[in-house]
């Protein structure tokens, strides 16, 4: 069965600070991974996601994640923060083959001043 | 409409109410998902569409809950006799890829409240 666990509900950085958020997954099969990011009262956006080519995926605004097959990980991170990342990132597993996203918990992004 | 069209954007009713939550998907987006966002929550799945294949129901909390899409399009979900516990964000999703390996485009959401 597939699970995503997001180790971080909250994480505060300061502006021009890396950012780390950190997700962890369990997939039986090749698995396809997502990065979403959720602005306040607002729907979800894709930032990027892992469908088995490079397993350093870039995205949008600056951040990309690393698919670490050994290590069932999919941090996100950015080398330097800025105000408007302010935000809830979900983490998301799929199987290939089946058509469920299975979202992590989220954790919300403060940047700070 | 560009992007996927929700409404009404919040709504308020009072317990043993009946709602109905409206999702307009990108047209040509053959896949169409339901989800739940409650406080502090990740996002449950509720239901999924797929072309006019028969829905998966399965993530459906109770018998109270209902979807139908209608012509491929537009979805309704339907909620009857509100309880508390169903205040959440609904959030419908819609994608062109048939498995779970593209981009879902989200709506705004729909913001219930249960009185």
């Known amino acids: 069965a597939q699970s995503v666990t997001q180790l971080d509900s909250h994480v505060s950085v300061s502006e021009g600070t890396p950012v780390l958020l950190r997700c962890n997954y369990s997939s039986s099969y090749s698995p396809s991974l997502f990065w979403y990011v959720q602005h306040p009262n607002k729907g979800l956006q894709l930032l990027l996601k892992?469908?088995?080519?490079?397993?350093l995926v870039k995205g949008i605004n600056g951040f990309e994640a690393e698919f670490k097959k050994s290590e069932t990980s999919f941090h996100l991170t950015k080398p330097s923060a800025h105000m408007s990342d302010a935000a809830e990132y979900f983490c998301?597993?799929?199987?290939?083959?089946?058509?469920?996203?299975?979202f992590g918990t989220g954790t919300r992004l403060k940047v700070l001043a | 409409g560009a992007g996927v069209s929700q409404s009404p954007s919040n709504k308020v009713t009072e317990k043993g109410k009946d709602v109905e939550l409206r999702c307009d998907p990108i047209s040509g987006h053959t896949a169409l998902y339901w989800y739940r966002q409650s406080l502090g929550q990740g996002l449950e799945f509720l239901i999924y569409f797929q072309g006019n294949s028969a829905p998966d129901k399965s993530g459906l909390p109770s018998d109270r809950f209902s979807a139908e899409r209608t012509g491929g399009s537009v979805s309704t979900l339907t909620i009857q006799r509100t309880q508390q516990e169903d205040s959440a964000v609904y959030l419908c999703?819609?994608?062109?890829?048939?498995?779970?390996?593209?981009?879902?485009?989200f709506g705004e959401g729909s913001r219930l409240t249960v009185l």
């Open positions: 998301v597993v799929s199987d290939r083959g089946t058509y469920k996203y299975i």
């Open positions: 999703a819609s994608s062109r890829a048939q498995g779970a390996t593209g981009e879902l485009f």
């Open positions: 892992y469908t088995s080519a490079a397993t």
